[in-house]
């Protein structure tokens, strides 16, 4: 499968925290659309930096944005992606899987996160 052209794919097998990396590569001048994706990770944090148990069957991806607006809006993005994941994700579900939204940055499938 090919990512559309807006998207550069830097995969790895184990990072300690994907978060971390992404920020490392945004910082070290990746463009927008830099998608990076590991199979596992072993030191998973979440949005405030709390810790969570991550498993190898979990996606463990991020994307470097450049938004063009203040940065105090930029807490509104995960709102704004959680909508958006949900929309794709819910043209792949049959009609009666339970589709949730664990705000403000999570989404669960019939009660999975």
Not at 19 to 26: L, Y
Not at 40 to 50: D, F, I, K, R, Y
Not at 91 to 101: R, V
Request: net charge negative; with cysteine.
């Amino acid at each position: 499968m090919e990512l559309p052209v807006a998207y550069t794919l830097i995969k790895y097998e184990t990072v300690e925290n994907i978060r971390e990396v992404a920020i490392q590569h945004a910082r070290d001048g990746a463009v927008e659309g830099t998608l990076i994706w590991a199979l596992h990770q072993t030191n998973a944090t979440g949005h405030l930096g709390q810790a969570w148990i991550c498993n190898d069957e979990d996606l463990h991806c991020t994307i470097v944005l450049r938004p063009e607006f203040p940065s105090e809006k930029h807490p509104e993005l995960l709102l704004v992606s959680a909508v958006s994941m949900a929309h794709a994700l819910a043209t792949h579900l049959s009609a009666m899987t339970a589709l949730n939204f664990v705000w403000p940055n999570d989404l669960a499938i019939a009660d999975h996160k």
